[in-house]
């Protein structure tokens, strides 16, 4: 048996950043994976689902090249191309993090592992040989899947979650994609711009539903215009695939609609991967689907930890590198503070792309703020007016008594970059008077948060 300081089971951006921090931390550390390295952030995820909405947002400005007084004939796009595209950026990341592994002496065990108690784990490798390892801390990274509703059960053909909207052999002529979040969002914007007929359909009242309600109804506008169909406060209560394609029974506010389609994307949120993993063996609590830890990522067995979408927090890709982090100088003896989740960004990668941090409109008036509030759209900005990219705004909310910046919420281009500045704002607790008075370049994009902030404080100019 192999002893580590640190092993860490799964590899996605929790587990192999986890895994070069402790590494870094002078802790002999093994990372265990299954598949390939990076886990479905780099090659399901995160990293190829971008890959396919660059060529998308580059298929629709060549579609629009007269816009900006150019010409382009007979264009057109190579969907097989577009996804072979995708799988190259995704296996040339997965090949960066074998480079980090060799790199920070990461011992890389390949194989399915199961934890055992003493802080042990067993590792079945392809060929069925059991292999057991040991180490002082082990660290839970096993992600999430796509989550499966019992209305929408996925055949991989005719309904399908994100792996397979990724590599599609053919395009489909009409797609219905079930769910709003951001998976359901960007592949809706994929596939309408690549030609497909896509209709949305939503539980809830607004397409993302955790975004403020202005960004929600203005990319709902976005969409619309763009020839995407949108049905809010609508349930799929059953599919037929039993024809050649899929008949999708949706309930609404109006009675029962049937929709045709080839495919439909099931978009319903994620699965955590708990199952199979030991957990009831060592005595590691949970807690509906997920792994209860304290402020460190301990759970309640001495010597186990939990990150990343196992855990209570964001299912997201930064918040499972930022708890892998914290949690391993923590084992090191480095004095870390708890994560704030109240400021961590959120990005949906769709055109026009949305992000955010913070409280919205109506969660800080719930909690009995005072509000100054300020917005900015980008048709008045000179940057986005020349880039052709005026759709969307920059929206900020302040504590009127204190100055404090409780919200930021984008809707444009590029705005998934520029939320940065308000988080790093947020964590210096910045106020609204010092954003306003940080002079911002011109032109560009991310001066429309100055004017935001103007704006809330009625200092705008340019409105």
């Known amino acids: 048996m192999s002893n580590f300081d640190v092993i860490v089971l799964g590899s996605g951006p929790g587990g192999y950043v986890t895994a070069i921090r402790a590494s870094q931390l002078g802790l002999k550390t093994a990372i265990i994976e299954k598949e390939s390295l990076g886990g479905v952030c780099l090659n399901w995820g995160c990293i190829p689902t971008k890959a396919l909405l660059k060529s998308a947002q ?82 839970i990274a096993t ?27 053919s395009q489909p002529k009409k797609l219905v994609v079930v769910g709003s979040g951001a998976i ?27 975004e403020d309600e202005d960004v929600s109804k203005q990319l709902e506008r976005s969409f619309k215009k763009s020839g995407v169909k949108i049905m809010t406060s609508s349930e799929v209560t059953k599919v037929d695939t039993s024809g050649d394609g899929v008949q999708v029974f949706v309930k609404t506010s109006k009675g029962e609609q049937t929709l045709e389609a080839d495919v439909v994307l099931s978009a319903v949120g994620i699965k955590s991967n708990i199952e199979n993993i030991g957990l009831e063996s060592v005595g590691i609590a949970t807690d509906r689907d997920k792994i209860m830890v304290n402020d460190y990522y301990q759970t309640n067995i001495p010597g186990y930890y ?7 927090g964001q299912a997201l890709a930064h ?23 109240g400021n961590i960004p959120g990005c949906t990668y769709c055109m026009p792309e949305v992000a955010s941090v913070g409280l919205t409109e109506k969660q800080a008036k719930e909690k009995g703020y005072d509000l100054k509030i300020g917005k900015f759209p980008f048709s008045a900005s000179g940057k986005a007016k020349a880039s052709g990219a005026a759709d969307g705004f920059v929206k900020v909310i302040f504590d009127a008594k204190y100055g404090e910046w409780l919200g930021c919420h984008m809707i444009g281009v590029g705005v998934t970059d520029m939320i940065a500045e308000a988080v790093v704002a947020r964590k210096l607790e910045t106020t609204g008077h010092e954003v306003l008075k940080a002079v911002h370049p011109h032109p560009t994009m991310s001066e429309a948060v100055m004017e935001a902030v103007a704006d809330a404080y009625d200092e705008v100019i340019h409105l």
Not at 146 to 167: C, F, H, N, V
Not at 190 to 208: K, Q, R, S
Not at 326 to 333: F, M, S
Request: net charge negative; charged share 30%.
């Open 306 to 312: 939990a990150i990343g979408d196992v855990t209570p």
């Open 184 to 210: 359901g969002i960007e592949f809706a914007y994929f596939y309408n711009a690549m030609g497909t007929e896509v209709t949305v359909v939503e539980y809830m009242p607004h397409i993302v539903p955790v």
């Open 143 to 169: 992600g999430a899947r796509s989550r499966e509703l019992p209305s929408l059960p996925q055949d991989g053909k005719k309904i399908i979650g994100y792996r397979k909207a990724m590599t599609l052999e």
């Open 58 to 139: 580059v298929f629709e400005y060549l579609k629009h090249a007269e816009d900006y007084g150019l010409k382009a004939e007979g264009v057109d796009k190579d969907f097989d191309a577009v996804v072979k595209r995708s799988r190259n950026v995704a296996d040339g990341m997965s090949k960066g993090v074998q480079f980090l592994m060799k790199k920070n002496k990461i011992e890389v065990i390949n194989g399915y592992g199961t934890l055992k108690t003493g802080k042990k784990v067993v590792v079945k490798d392809a060929d069925g040989k059991e292999t057991e390892y040991g180490a002082s801390h082990i660290i």
């Open 319 to 341: 918040v499972a590198s930022a708890e892998g982090i914290l949690c391993v100088e923590k084992i090191a003896g480095m004095h870390v503070e708890p994560l704030d989740y």
